[in-house]
């Protein structure tokens, strides 16, 4: 663990390097909580299952941390993303879920005053070295958002929008491969008939799938999911659930949630987040039904304290 | 107290209110119907078609036309908005999309407004200053750059402001995408902003086609018809301002039509331009 510089949380004054706290069994008495600690500071480190050891992973990060100006984000978040599974991250708002997603496809960029240490590496390619090719970087990587956010053009213009933008002009491929995505997300037969209608005039539900259609046309090699169901009624938000399971068969996704049934349902493995550290990472089924810490049982049931 | 009481000075407090806005309301569109009717009235009646067919004659008791006049402006706010729109979008693209992350938008933005206040008369001793007396006479381009002098600021404040209201999640969406910041402003926000940026411009050329005082001091004006730039370049409000301010009569009932001829030469660009924009909107992209 690295030592930690002297800050003030709230209005107290902590000095670091603090001690780890030791990490309580889930079925333990009442001992020091870990979210307690890391309230007053104190670092943590992530107990991490050993079912992430056979994993394969795409997206690496190491140590990473992240300030935007003076507030710290994400403290030394080390963990795998694995290849061809589902990874939710969730925790309470706040607790820096956007913000690592955000950071792996570097649209943190376009935030005034962010700072990073450590590093995310995807696909053996350190993102934050110098000299890397932002634009590049996020071509490889699929982003959807909290809220729909379709460009105010037509659904065919929408799902093309990557590939024009790397200069694609054959109309038989533009329009094969609008098929396709549209296909992939179940919006084909849907919109067959009106691609040249504006995207602004679908429903929500409809507009989120566009979204990644829009996504995954220039064959990402990541799906970054930014909570893609806070915006949507439950009959859209099941079939977004449908949908990226299905996606799961070709693409890695990481998957930001705040509803904990959503995750439980979506993902092969779980993150349990807090105020910028990883807490618990481990197989959905494991965190769920037999986390290591008392405190990601008590957060994924609800009773949080 | 009962809820439903009604309180007899609340309901007094809203009708007067009520009354002054409608008669405030009442009072602006009739001062304007009243300088629309009396423009009508007198300017309507001094049109001819002599007034497009035939250039000033010099003699004041049969003064002839203003096919000169009519061109020249026609000419100078072209030249004008070819200079003054691009460098007043190109600033306005940075204000707004450029310079957030930068020290230089500050000062750009606050010398803009500045500049946007100047009065017209002072550009038009700049213009002098800077065209006129490097070029050596009196011309249209003069007169065309100090009109775009004063088209920029506004051009640049409103498009900023309209580039401004394009939600940021657009551009996300597209640097997600890995769209590059030029990509993402000439396909996602430029389209998304051209309605009302367009507003914008027109205003610009609304208000340099009224302008007086800069080309007094540039393109000074000419009696006759000219459609090169390096001479003295002749244009309404010019004419109008020497006709209106002369002692004959002739003159006089001229400078009325050139006035009308002028409002309706903004109204048909406002509309056409309008027009145009909202063809190409909903044209698919």
Redesign the interface.
């Known amino acids: 663990m690295s030592a930690l510089p002297a800050r003030t949380i709230g209005a107290m004054e902590v000095r670091a390097p603090h001690p780890p706290v030791p990490t309580a069994p889930a079925q333990g008495p009442a001992g020091p909580s870990v979210l307690d600690a890391i309230r007053q500071g104190h670092a943590h480190t992530a107990a991490v299952h050993e079912s992430l050891r056979s994993e394969q992973a795409v997206i690496e990060a190491r140590e990473f941390s992240l300030w935007y100006g003076k507030r710290r984000a994400l403290y030394a978040i080390s963990m795998i993303v694995a290849r061809g599974k589902v990874t939710a991250l969730i925790g309470p708002s706040g607790c820096g879920k956007s913000t690592l997603l955000r950071s792996i496809n570097r649209l943190n960029d376009l935030v005034e005053g962010v700072r990073i240490e450590g590093s995310i590496v995807l696909h053996g390619v350190p993102v934050y070295a110098p000299g890397v090719d932002v634009i590049g970087l996020r071509k490889r990587t699929g982003m959807v958002f909290q809220k729909p956010n379709p460009f105010p053009m037509s659904i065919r213009e929408n799902v093309i929008y990557a590939l024009r933008i790397n200069g694609e002009r054959r109309r038989a491929v533009l329009d094969e491969a609008c098929e396709n995505s549209l296909r992939a997300v179940a919006l084909w037969d849907e919109v067959k008939d009106r691609l040249r209608h504006s995207a602004l005039g679908m429903s929500g539900g409809q507009q989120q799938r566009l979204c990644i259609a829009r996504a995954i046309v220039a064959e990402p090699e990541v799906l970054l999911l930014d909570e893609p169901c806070s915006a949507l009624d439950p009959v859209a938000t099941l079939r977004i659930e449908e949908l990226i399971r299905e996606l799961s068969q070709r693409y890695t996704i990481l998957i930001v949630t705040h509803n904990m049934q959503q995750a439980a349902r979506v993902s092969d493995y779980t993150a349990f987040m807090y105020l910028g550290r990883l807490v618990e990472y481990g197989s959905t089924a494991d965190v769920y039904q037999n986390p290591r810490l008392r405190e990601t049982e008590q957060y994924v049931t609800g009773r949080f304290g | 107290m009962p809820l439903v009481r009604k309180n007899p000075w609340k309901t007094l407090q809203s009708r007067v209110m009520f009354a002054a806005c409608a008669a405030c309301t009442v009072l602006i569109i009739g001062v304007l119907g009243l300088v629309t009717v009396y423009l009508f009235s007198i300017g309507f009646g001094a049109t001819s078609w002599e007034f497009f067919a035939a250039d000033p004659t010099g003699n004041a008791l049969d003064p002839g036309g203003m096919r000169n006049a009519v061109v020249g402006t026609l000419i100078l706010i072209g030249l004008a908005s070819l200079i003054g729109i691009p460098l007043g979008l190109l600033a306005g693209v940075y204000l707004s999309e450029y310079g957030?992350?930068r020290l230089l938008p500050g000062p750009v933005r606050f010398v803009t407004d500045v500049l946007a206040g100047v009065p017209s008369i002072v550009v038009g001793i700049l213009g002098y200053e800077l065209l006129v007396v490097p070029l050596g006479n009196y011309s249209g381009w003069a007169g065309a750059g100090a009109l775009a002098f004063i088209m920029v600021p506004i051009v640049a404040r409103t498009s900023e402001e309209m580039f401004r209201l394009v939600?940021d999640?657009?551009?996300?969406?597209?640097?997600?995408?890995?769209?590059?910041r030029s990509?993402t402003i000439l396909?996602?926000v430029a389209?998304?902003a051209a309605g009302t940026v367009v507003t914008g411009i027109m205003l610009a050329i609304a208000r340099i086609a009224g302008e007086t005082a800069p080309l007094l001091f540039t393109a000074l004006g000419s009696r006759f018809l000219t459609t090169n730039p390096s001479e003295p370049f002749p244009s309404l409000t010019v004419q109008v301002y020497t006709y209106a301010t002369g002692p004959y009569p002739a003159q006089r009932e001229l400078a009325w039509a050139g006035i009308l001829v002028l409002i309706s030469i903004i109204f048909v660009v406002n509309v056409s331009i309008r027009l145009v924009t909202l063809r190409v909107r909903r044209s698919?992209?």
């Open positions: 957030t992350e939600p999640s657009y551009r996300q969406a597209s640097a997600a995408l890995g769209a590059t990509q396909r996602v389209p998304a698919p992209a």
